[in-house]
């Protein structure tokens, strides 16, 4: 079965600095998810990448999916305190029917 | 989280007891997912139900059942409930276009004693 390994598991950072979210996977991705959850509350979806080399940006929020498809990183410019929460990364396996498996998350603090 | 609703948000249980998760969706989509999130495991798939009438076994299903009801609703129940079911439970649909991308409920929240 594919595993994702997301690090770091936590990270504070001050408001202003960037920062880079990584996830590993131990399979080829098919297709590779970034969500966002404030605490308490339910995913919301960030960005896909499906493609080697890939590279999605939202607001201050870059993500790329490496050549071989195995490893992705989610990068935040000039970090706000909005920015706050956990991160996870979910992929899709081949023929999967789409059952996403998610990494542990990182928890990002911005401290203002 | 627009257009997917969980109810309850919130419930206490004793160990023994049955309850049922309600998943309700207005956007007309095929499949639909129950998650568990649990501090240091991430979320985990417990069910999914690729159509209407149809339900499958994810990664984490014993001590728990689900029922499509329609293309609309898609329930979790506990018939027993253990501690260790003690946990955030979120359902997902899954857009049919697109980047195929789920979206979350709310959650609920579950504590069994």
Redesign the interface.
């Known amino acids: 079965s594919q595993e994702l390994e997301q690090s770091p598991q936590s990270l504070i950072v001050q408001e202003g600095k960037n920062l880079t979210i990584n996830c590993t996977s131990s399979k080829t991705l098919y297709?590779l998810?970034w969500?966002k959850q404030k605490y308490?509350?339910?995913?919301?979806?960030l960005m896909?990448l499906?493609k080697g080399g890939e590279e999605k940006s939202h607001e201050k929020i870059t993500a790329k999916l490496d050549e071989k498809k195995q490893q992705s990183s989610l990068h935040i410019t000039a970090s706000q305190p909005s920015h706050a929460g956990i991160y996870?990364c979910?992929a899709?396996g081949g023929g999967s029917?789409?059952?996403?498996?998610?990494?542990?998350?990182t928890l990002l603090t911005v401290n203002p | 989280n627009a257009g997917v609703t969980q109810t309850p948000k919130f419930q206490v249980l004793k160990t023994g007891q049955s309850m049922t998760l309600q998943c309700a969706q207005d956007m007309n989509h095929n499949s639909m997912y129950w998650y568990r999130q649990d501090p240091g495991m991430g979320l985990r798939l417990i069910y999914y139900s690729a159509s209407e009438g149809t339900t499958d076994k994810g990664e984490v299903p014993n001590g728990y059942n689900v029922s499509r009801l329609n293309k609309r609703e898609f329930s979790l129940r506990l018939e027993s409930a253990a501690p260790s079911q003690t946990s955030v439970y979120f359902c997902a649909i899954k857009r049919t276009s697109g980047h195929n991308e789920q979206f979350f409920g709310p959650g609920t929240r579950l504590t069994v004693l």
Do not use: A, D, P, S
């Open positions: 297709g998810y969500y308490g509350e339910g995913l919301i979806f896909m499906q996870l979910g899709v029917n789409y059952k996403l498996t998610f990494g542990k998350g």
